[in-house]
């Protein structure tokens, strides 16, 4: 028996129509306080933009809503189902613990392994691989720089070390100690961990890491390094921390403990005090990293901090490991060097080297005298010189000021990257005084479109085609889109700035462009038209200005700013908030994952939270006591959908008793116009599939469980409908639809949810399928991602208009891909099939714009 | 003509950091304080066009500050940026004669915008 007949063939008990009535309000309460934390969550990512004037107490605010509304969410849902999800109590309770302590300046980091490599590690990982070696890792992986080899213990293993030790303990309970006790205590804490025996788990992951590492990369020894969590962009930190160089895997744990220690030295309490951080609730995650026999080494400033106005890296340079020219123990080489290609030498200062550092075979490091014929001779030839300056700008231009980095030079003349931080250079005026004389640079652009992120970003023009992928994007291009197509995120890591015609500061690619600090100017609707591929341009994004040619002085200027916006306190604390509630990690409700013990951040809770209301709303029993015309309806189409409704208020307006509703009745906005689309002239294909054989035997053979299982498998079609809200769940054969959204006037709120997957034939066709799914919905600038036959596309904060048409869309595409995997015999057929739509969709648009 | 003065208070460093270099490059000579008895100590001595300050504080609170900017120096125009949690005092700051009040987070475009406005209208030849 359908469930339709079993909703109507029996009428409900009498009590049930509260129980419908209580259900309906709490799915409904869940819905909304779903809305406003998305709403939230995307004006806190724009306020990393830089635009806006915030203050900690907008942070405070934030977490306390956020916590409230995801509270009222949980408690909905364990309402709806009586009492399930538990755990998710406790999901949310722990991250607003977390969010809270990020808030009053405590350290906290993510679960992770105890050791990870650095080759996979990125800056996203700041929290669990420290500042300094995610930054490394990032360096290497998105710029191929080389580094050396290495593996990073994580800050989770050191909070657990502490743990063990009890010093956790021992700081919650002194956290408001005077400064001098506090000082005392913390010398304490650094006697105790120097004392104690490495725990087994952790020696063990120890010695294994730090034997392979010099298996694999050859070195005799390693360097041990300090990598702090929690003060990322602190430039002040530097060199506080203890780092260890020569070391042998016999002595691993005694240099662990030692930079570990170093989290209490008294320099460091005293300035996280300063620096409103809990003075002794840091977290250090440690570099392993092979130990390099440096032939030289030394530093690079890519601004010479005496004189930053002039045109010049310092480098210095000295014999042997890098050590002593860092600690300034040894004289060192001094080079100016020209920061324009092809990077010439405009002044230098020679040492006399007397000694140097070296590796021994024996793991350490010696300090032996070097011959006299070398004391004079330069550490670097000029070719040496030009090559580093290269590098170093290329590091600089990537982390959008001016960089300190160390460097080596091994055995055969290649130069590797020890670390690189921001170089803080007082600029020689307070307030910017750049005045770019227009003459010499033109304004392309003004006062165009809306900056998603400030900053300041020079060089070619470079305008991708519809099929450009990601190889073709030239490093340091400024990226000029006519679209803010999500394809573009994935090349912002390689673009000096992006300025796109169309788009939103609130768009997904803006989120991006924040996440990269790349600068950003969206909603131009000129700039493709204005801007010359090849053309050099200079993009500052913090006055919405586009100019032609490289200005240098603003360049300048924005490397010299005594901090930029980014680097302050309040930023770095709702960028490390953002991470603990925006982030997406269950996307596909099919996926086992979709549990909610693997709820990681609000997002993913309140995801979860709706996914299972649906589930509740869809299969509960309550649902067979509804009466009909109360709440439930079935919508009268021509075509064969046979399509159920529960509406939770304003989706419908039908004469009371009655049970049918006609299209015209359905006042639910999303689902209205993703029906007109749907039932929209020569939408719905009625004459049958030619399948050619393979096909057909694919389809022949094929048993239902072989299709991807939607997550909700209603007996019947369901739309859950309020006026701005539709979750519909749509098998259409072999097709498996859902669909959630929210459409109203304002675009702040708005989001459309689509999940495809399924089909009647072999995995080939129902790929080529997803391909087209995917075309498509990324020409109307959805967020796609496919695998095998299944497409999940996502689109928020697009105005009601637009949202129409997409949903209109998407009504088109259900009925047009109904047996398309069917027709899709080879690739090439997929992209005339595109075509197809796309020109097909044109003139459904232009009967929308008239109808409305 | 001499850059017009601003004078501005919030608790909270980042403000101040932010504005101050911003409002600058506006062309506006701007003084920047955290701590509300400052700024008494300075309006006591010296005139400013512009009073940009938050509500909430340690005493002298933002509006005991406007009061006593508006006694030393009637002509100054107070703006006020407060938290969503004040617009009521900030509605009352209004009625004291506050020219606008901007509730924070606000874009620092507006701020600058509005302060370019208000400074404009003070001129003896307004700008047609």
Known sequence: MSLWKKLFSHPPASETSEGVRLQLERFQQIVQHNNSILARIADAGEQLSGEYIFDTQYLRDLAEKLAQDVRAVVQALNELTGGRYQELVEIVSDLDYRLRAMLEGRTVTPAAAVILRLEEIGTELAGVAGEKMARLGELSRVLGIPVPAGVVVSADACRRFLDELGITTIVTANRELPGEQLQQLAGELQQRILDARVPRWLSRNLRRAARKLLRQSGAHSLAVRSSAVGEDGEVSFAGQYHTELGVSPGRIEDAYRRVVASLFSSRVVEYRQRHGLDPLEGLMAVGILAMVPARASGVVYTLDPNSPASDALLIGAGWGLGCSVVDGSQSADRFLVSRRPPHEIVGSSLASKEFQVVTTPLPGTQRQAVAPERHQVPALTPEQLAELAGLALRVERYGRCAQDIEWALDEQGRLLLLQARPLRVSPSSAASTVTVDNERYPVLLQGRGEVACRGVGCGPVWIPGEQASLNDVPEQAVVVSPTATPRLAAWLPRAAAVVTDVGSATGHLAAVAREFRIPTIVDTHVASRVLVPGEMVTVDADENIVYRGEVEELIKEHLLQESSFEEKREFRLLRRMLHQVAPLNLDDPSSRKFSAGNCRTYHDVIRFAHEMAVRELVRGRWLHAARAGQSVYRLAVDIPIDLLIIDLGGGVEVPPGRSEVSLEEVTSAPLLFLLRGLVGKGVWATEPADMDLGGFMSSATRTSSLATPLTVQPEQNVAIVSTHYLSLNLKLGYHYNLVNCRLADDAGENFVYFRFAGGVTELARRSRRAMFLRRVLERYDFVVESKGDLVIARLKMVDGERLRGSLEMIGRLVGFTRQLDIYLRSDELVEAYVEKFLSAAGGTHAAAGTDG | ?128
């Open chain 2, 1 to 128: 003509m001499s850059a017009k003065k601003v004078i501005l208070l919030d608790d909270e460093p980042i403000v101040g950091e932010r504005l101050q270099p911003a409002l600058e490059k506006a062309g506006f000579q701007v003084e920047s304080y955290t701590d509300s008895q400052q700024v008494v100590d300075r309006l006591a001595r010296e005139r400013f066009d512009v009073l940009v300050t938050d509500l909430k504080m340690r005493k002298p609170d933002g509006l005991e500050v406007m009061r006593f900017a508006k006694r030393q120096w009637p002509g100054i125009k107070v703006i006020i940026i407060t938290g969503f949690a004040t617009v009521e005092t900030a509605t009352e700051a209004m009625r004291e004669g506050a020219v606008e009040f901007i509730a924070k987070p606000f874009k620092i475009r507006a701020l600058r915008d509005l302060i370019l406005r208000i400074t404009a209208d003070t001129e003896q030849s307004p700008p047609s």
